[in-house]
């Protein structure tokens, strides 16, 4: 099949049922069908890139616009007569997304960037640890943060910082444990080095690794890292809004702390504010990265110079809350919780295993899956092998299919759940399709810089 008439037949892959008729089928008995009116979907494209930008919704545009109007009627009054008012902003989304992560509202606040909030949390709870300059006992043997291998790189460097700005090697401290197969961890082997060492003292994994799509165990990861003395925390920015977590009650005592983005499966924008999770048993901490706006807010504008941090977990908050970037959140996230966080999990394990099956009934041997098939260790997204998964995105592209690539050899497509269609799926299978048969790959260069 030609790409530029796959929108028109009605035939096309005939094996096994699947079929664009078919396709049609699931999407009219998908009960989430009506949200994608809400979303602007980039006219004639197939837009499999949720994992990395959700799209703009009308409920995200109109509390910006909300927040805007505010803005230009209140000035500066909009810090108490706004309505929620600016002041209390990032706990009022605290609670909105509270439910969403299996939170209380005072242990979620909406609050500066992901790798801000991995900063600030990982070294706030370095501070407690024997080994640290602030630590109970700085004379101790350092601990270490035990990570993994397949990472986001900006976790490493974060952590790796902290570290030395208190005088550790990071070489030394920052633990990583390895994958076997080069897409996925086996949470056994975290349980076996916990074991193997006694000076872990934070455990940080991410919920969902943002290669291969692989969900982690975060309750069995939370009991191991307890029952071994260590604190343990996540960078759930693959999985917040797509998969439903219980933060507060995962493992045998819930988990320590979380980040996360909003402009991912929240669909909230580019650089939306992040959201942090901690534990109530962690409140009163001093945060390693303080600022006024984490501050008390009943003695925040009396001005003193000593920080007093609020007994929740907009201590962690550092600078005046973005409005603008913070304000499409409470729209965005509207959509989510009026589907059901159940819900759209439900709809994207049924997208994405459409979407491995399609792949393996018609892309050939020179393609395969590394997303683990199994639900209880799929995120949101399927990682698309091919040897030439680079010259296959950009040929993708240009055909008006937007995923993206990652080295060396992955091409990640995301089914996101509140506005992609099983349609879409089925076309973008079969556009990467007549890409390989008619060699149309082979046109582009080898991999060059910018965003992929």
């Known amino acids: 099949m030609n790409h530029t008439d ?7 892959s005939d094996g096994a049922g699947y079929s664009l008729a078919d396709a049609r089928a699931r999407d009219e008995a998908d009960t989430l069908a009506d949200y994608r009116a809400h979303f602007s979907v980039p006219d004639g494209e197939r837009y499999m890139d949720g994992n990395s930008l959700g799209l703009a919704s009308d409920t995200a545009l109109a509390t910006l616009e909300r927040v805007v109007d505010e803005w230009k009627d209140l000035a500066i009054r909009g810090w108490e007569a706004a309505d929620p008012d ?9 609670d ?7 939170a209380d509202g005072d242990e979620v606040v909406v609050a500066n960037s992901t790798t801000v909030n991995i900063h600030t949390l990982v070294g706030t709870f370095l501070d407690t640890l024997p080994g640290t300059p602030a630590g109970p006992d700085p004379s101790a043997d350092p601990p270490a943060v035990l990570v993994n291998d397949l990472d986001f790189p900006t976790d490493h460097y974060a952590i790796r910082a902290q ?5 550790l090697d990071p070489d030394e401290q920052l633990v990583a444990v390895e994958s076997r197969d080069g897409r996925t961890i086996d949470e056994a082997d975290i349980e076996a080095m916990l074991a193997n060492r006694d000076d872990v003292g934070i455990v940080f994994m991410p919920s969902v690794l943002y290669r291969s799509g692989q969900l982690l165990d975060v309750g069995r990861i939370t009991e191991a890292a307890h029952d071994n003395g260590a604190l343990v925390g996540f960078d759930c920015a693959h999985s917040v809004g797509a998969v439903p977590h219980d933060l507060r009650d995962a493992g045998d005592s819930g988990v320590d702390f979380a980040v996360w983005c909003s402009y991912k499966y929240l669909n909230a924008g580019p650089g939306a504010t992040a959201g942090l999770y901690v534990h109530e048993r962690h409140h009163g901490a001093t945060p390693a990265l303080a600022g006024w706006w984490g501050n008390d807010k009943s003695t925040q504008f009396e001005m003193r110079h000593t920080y007093e941090p609020a007994a929740s977990a907009g201590a962690w908050q550092i600078g005046t809350v973005p409005m603008l970037s913070s304000a499409p959140i409470e729209g965005a996230t509207e959509l989510v919780r009026d589907a059901g966080i159940d819900a759209v999990r439900e709809k994207s394990l049924a997208l994405t295993d459409y979407l491995i099956d399609l792949v393996d009934e018609y892309l050939g041997d020179d393609f395969s899956v590394g997303t683990p098939r199994d639900h209880g260790r799929r995120g949101g997204h399927v990682a698309v092998e091919h040897p030439e ?3 296959v995105s950009e040929a993708l592209r240009d055909r008006d299919v937007v995923v993206d690539f990652r080295p060396p ?14 349609e879409d799926v089925w076309q973008v299978v079969e556009t990467m399709r007549d890409i390989v048969e008619t060699d149309a790959h082979l046109d582009y260069d080898a991999r060059g810089g910018g965003v992929t």
């Open 6 to 12: 796959a929108g028109d037949d009605a035939g096309g």
């Open 86 to 94: 600016w002041f209390h902003y990032g706990e009022h989304l605290g």
């Open 389 to 391: 998964a680079y010259r």
């Open 96 to 102: 909105l997304l509270a439910p969403l992560v299996g």
């Open 409 to 422: 050899n992955v091409v990640r497509i995301c089914p996101a759940p509140m506005y992609t269609r099983f």
């Open 163 to 167: 570290f030395r700005q208190r005088g």
